[in-house]
């Protein structure tokens, strides 16, 4: 066994955590503020390959391994999750789906827009089908060469900006898992309408939305995979999503932790700083240890996917506890700084916020549990 990261990986984790540092935090405050992400932060990530991170070298991506794009991930995360989610939505969920499914044709075509920086989202959740994803109701009906697709996509990421929406839709009259389709489908594909911006409590850098699906053409070449084949090929693409959420979640955690100690080296009460006294080091102590806890659950899940292996049950098992010690570890931040905690002027009051959502999206806490206690009692227990 062995824990070394590769130089490559060392490589890429400090450069992003220098490009973090350096472009991302400056901003991280009145982006969360304003909900606005500057064009020119935008041009700089495009720059700097970060819309690449999963795609394959010849279509222009970084062609990065999970462990290595983990690592990265845990970086933009600690600067600001918001834009972290963009990042890890347009390389994963939108990413793979595509890759992994679509034609030699599709990919050749679409592949190297995407790795270029034309963003892309994903679009499962519907306002009746969120946790029980294949209860979702919009529409794929076949005429011709083509697909109409019909009905509303919820929580859409990246939906404002995306270029491209992988889109999951059912054959008209089929039901549960059967009969749902993907498609990659263009922005301005006639029909297709951002409904709605939502306003949320936290991970406001990322734009979520309600798309509307109002008889949009989708060419049947468009399809990703086998026809039926949608519903796999979404929970495949959401394994690997809830990896990156993992890492997010320990970016977040580190960011409370760093902050936290930060503050307890110098704020002083009955005569001590914080740090010296054993209640705040105890904190400290399980702050630490959980986060590293969860970077070694994330980091085998990501070695067991690049090893090309059953990754369901550890993916599931990291995002539930990455993002599980990550509220603890906001939490814990928060009480560290008492009264300021509560208040703008200091960034734990942002991570609070922004580690909530963590245990929600692409799947929920309950959800991962569901899918970690099905496969123990089918018999996988080491
Ligand atoms: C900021 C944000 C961004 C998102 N981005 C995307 C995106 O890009 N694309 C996309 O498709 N979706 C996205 N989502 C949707 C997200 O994946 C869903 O919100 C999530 O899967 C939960 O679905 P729901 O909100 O409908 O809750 P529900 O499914 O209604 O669940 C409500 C509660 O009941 C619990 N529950 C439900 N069923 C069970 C059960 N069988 N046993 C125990 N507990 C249960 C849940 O855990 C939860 O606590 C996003 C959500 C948010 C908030």
Partial sequence: MDFELSENQRLLRDMTRDFAAREIAPLAHAMDATGEVP?????????????????????????????????????????????????T??????????AGFGSAELQARYLPRMAAGELAAFCISEPNAGSDAAALASTARREGDDYILDGSKVWVTNGSRARFFVILARTPGTAGH????????????????????????????????VIALDGVRVPATHRLGEEGGGFRI??????????????????IG??????????????????????????????????TTELEAARLLALRAAWLKDEGRPHTREAAMAKLFATEAAGRAADEA?????????????????????????????????????????????????
């Fill in 254 to 287: 580190r960011a409370c932790l760093e902050e936290a100690l930060k503050y307890a080296r110098q704020r002083e009460t009955f005569g001590r700083t914080l740090a010296e006294q054993p209640v705040i080091q105890h904190k400290i102590a399980d702050m």
């Fill in 89 to 98: 939505v347009h390389n994963s969920v939108g990413y793979y789906p595509v």
């Fill in 39 to 87: 064009d020119a932060l935008l041009a700089k990530m495009r720059e700097a390959g970060f819309f690449g991170l999963a795609y394959p070298e010849r279509y222009g991506g970084l062609g990065l391994d999970t462990v290595t794009y983990g690592l990265v991930v845990e970086e933009l995360a600690r600067q600001s999750a918001g834009i972290c989610i963009m990042v």
């Fill in 178 to 209: 059967r009969g749902i389709h993907a498609f990659l489908v263009e922005r301005d594909t006639p029909g297709l309408a951002v409904a709605k911006k939502e306003d949320k409590l936290g991970l406001r850098a990322s734009d979520t939305v």
């Fill in 234 to 251: 979404a929970m495949t693409a959401l394994d690997g999503g809830r990896i990156g959420v993992a890492f997010q979640a320990i970016g």
């Fill in 334 to 382: 928060l009480q560290i700084h008492g009264g300021y905690g509560y208040v703008k002027e200091y960034p734990v009051e942002r991570y609070y916020r922004d580690a909530r959502v963590t245990r929600i999206y692409e799947g929920t806490s309950e959800i991962q549990r569901l899918v970690i206690a099905r496969q123990t009692l089918a018999g996988r227990v080491g």
